[in-house]
């Protein structure tokens, strides 16, 4: 690492994570440091001070190998999208190159991607981000989704695909994607029946997979019977759901609990993956009166910094995944991570307790946006509808019946909102119920269940006959 070079100088020029490969690799070579000191030169506060001027960036060591992981990790779901010469959505790669040079140039080290990410793009863009950097400057993450096939063939597939899409000879970090539908039984005609797993413990054993570790959806009864089977194969890592409203709130249908799934692993002193530490972002924009109680609390903090420090103050906690879209998010996120500071115990008990309990009373769907159960093959914005409810929801503008204060503003509101979000022939009216995207959803959400009460809602805030919700 060249010390001569003065790397805010550096990031001014550059600007906001535009920076060309062979510096902003210095930085992430790094991250074997128990810390990684950063500079950056932007977000300037009113007293004319740079919050992200210097700070260290947290890293949790991962007992079964050593690895030193930055607390946050990113989540590479949810680049932004454009269109090419015919018209095809493809990712943004200047907008993915940018935002991980400046990632890695401020010590985030741990990139998760899946080959069902995207609309199957995710991994590429991935891999072309990150190839103009230092291979021993982080850590990649990806996943067997063979979900919708039993097939050796097509887990082979998906395997050999991710190596070259990715551009390694070796992955950091590999889970068995989505496991909890069918418990042992789903796991066994997935994984085992086929010879999948043990291709993958031999793969394991020659060091083309470093850690090999499972991500879960689903019920108690199907997390036992998976865990269980640590004992026999040795994971190295788990992937589990927790925010601080999962933590006691878990539908336990969709998922469980937090607070369990975390004790068990605890037991077994597993290291721990987080997603959806703001439940598909709607702990960084929740209700009213929710933000009223937390900027009480410390006007200071930004909303999704108290979800990030829930999951970063349990100890077991390896990292926490953030899929970071635009540049003021990932900004926004280092500064809760760098110099970290867990919450204390009342701000915990704040948070699982007095803030969860406001937010289990609002009626959204658990939809966390992450598009498996797109392209709909008749057209429907299936996460954009729900995305659009939820954001009403937690907004406060949503009408409930006609005896509401102020109803028929936020009947129009809501109408004319719906037809801005949502193309006409996009809306939830065009659903035929085919079910095609139930298997796909991770929150095994009742896809067109829940789009027909949508439809239902909007045909009576249309009918002016809303009398209940």
């Not at 659009?388 to 028929?408: A, D, L």
Request: hydrophobic residues 35%.
């Amino acid at each position: 690492m060249n010390k001569n070079i003065d790397r805010r100088e550096f990031l001014k020029k550059t600007g906001e994570g535009a920076a060309i490969a062979g510096a902003v690799a210095m930085a992430g070579a790094c991250a074997p440091k128990k810390t990684v000191e950063t500079v950056v030169a932007n977000t300037v506060t009113n007293d004319g001070k740079d919050p992200l001027e210097t700070g260290k960036m947290e890293l949790r060591t991962n007992p079964g190998n050593g690895d030193q992981v930055s607390l946050l990790g990113y989540g590479c779901m949810r680049f932004t999208m454009k269109k090419d010469s015919n018209g095809k959505d493809i990712v943004d790669q200047d907008n993915v190159n940018n935002l991980i040079d400046y990632a890695l140039a401020h010590g985030v080290n741990y990139f998760d991607t899946a080959p069902v990410y995207l609309q199957g793009q995710s991994e590429k863009a991935v891999g072309i981000a990150l190839k103009r950097h230092p291979r021993n400057s982080y850590y990649i993450a990806t996943k067997m989704s063979n979900q919708s096939s039993n097939d050796r063939k097509v887990a082979m597939h998906l395997y050999n695909n991710s190596f070259k899409n990715l551009q390694t000879d070796y992955l950091d970090y590999y889970l068995l994607h989505s496991l909890g539908r069918g418990g042992a039984l789903g796991f066994k005609g997935r994984f085992e029946d086929n010879g999948v797993l043990d291709f993958l413990l031999e793969e394991r054993e020659k060091g083309k997979i470093r850690q090999l570790g499972l991500s879960f959806h689903g019920d108690q009864k199907s997390f036992d019977e998976i865990i269980a089977l640590h004992d026999k194969y040795h994971w190295d890592f788990v992937q589990i759901q927790m925010n601080y409203f999962d933590w006691k709130h878990a539908d336990g249908v969709r998922n469980v609990n937090a607070e369990y799934l975390y004790e068990e692993l605890d037991k077994r002193e597993l290291p721990i993956v987080i997603m959806e530490p703001l439940q598909g972002g709607r702990l960084s924009r929740p209700a009213e009166n929710v933000v009223n109680r937390l900027k009480e609390r410390d006007p200071q903090a930004s909303l999704a910094s108290w979800a990030f420090r829930f999951v970063g103050s349990y100890p077991r906690v390896l990292t926490a995944l953030s899929g970071m879209v635009y540049m003021e998010h990932l900004q926004d996120n280092l500064r809760t991570f760098m110099d970290f500071k867990p919450l204390t115990e009342d701000e915990k008990t704040f948070l699982d307790t007095e803030i969860a309990d406001i937010m289990a009373n609002y009626p959204t769907i658990d939809c966390n946006d992450c598009k498996y159960c797109m392209p709909c093959p008749y057209g429907i914005d299936i996460p954009g509808i729900f995305m659009h409810y939820n954001n009403n929801v937690n907004k406060g503008n949503f009408p409930r019946n006609k005896e509401q204060e102020e109803y028929q503003k936020l009947r129009r509101a809501y109408l004319v909102s719906y037809d801005r979000a949502i193309p006409t022939l996009r809306q939830a009216s065009h659903c035929v119920g085919c079910r095609q995207c139930i298997p796909k959803c991770p929150q095994s959400i009742q896809i067109p269940r829940q789009l027909r009460r949508i439809d239902d809602y909007v045909e009576k805030l249309k009918q002016n006959t809303l009398t209940s919700e």
